[in-house]
């Protein structure tokens, strides 16, 4: 039974566990990125979360993006109704560093986004 529990205790933490963002706020940087976002190293972003609708901003305060979202552990769906991307759906893979930050990617057929982000 102790060995059992000694096992248990040494497992990694699920960091990504959260199914639902409502009410919380993610901030991103992109630190590389090749085809259509070529040049926005350094871009910055705020994404704002309630009940199951998103609205992301730029470091000014310009609406990008605003729609609906999915989010399951790792993987997060945008689903762009308005702003400067209608119509789109944007797949973003998260990998969490610990509960609030970590790193995401972004893979589209005409190029590739990645950087850091914190959920606050």
Do not use: W
Request: glycine share 12%; hydrophobic share 35%.
């Amino acid at each position: 039974m102790a060995l059992i529990l000694v096992l248990s205790a040494c497992q990694r933490p699920d960091l990504g566990a959260s199914t639902s963002l409502a009410g919380k706020t993610l901030k991103g940087t992109a630190t590389s990125a090749t085809g259509t976002f070529a040049g926005m190293e350094g871009y910055q972003f705020i994404t704002n979360f309630s009940h199951n609708t998103f609205e992301t901003k730029n470091a000014s305060g310009a609406l990008e993006s605003a729609g609906l979202y999915n989010f399951n552990a790792e993987r997060l769906i945008l689903q762009s109704t308005g702003g400067l991307h209608p119509q789109k759906t944007i797949e973003i893979k998260l990998k969490f560093t610990d509960h609030q930050s970590g790193t995401y990617e972004i893979n589209g057929p005409t190029g590739q986004q990645t950087g850091i982000f914190s959920i606050q």
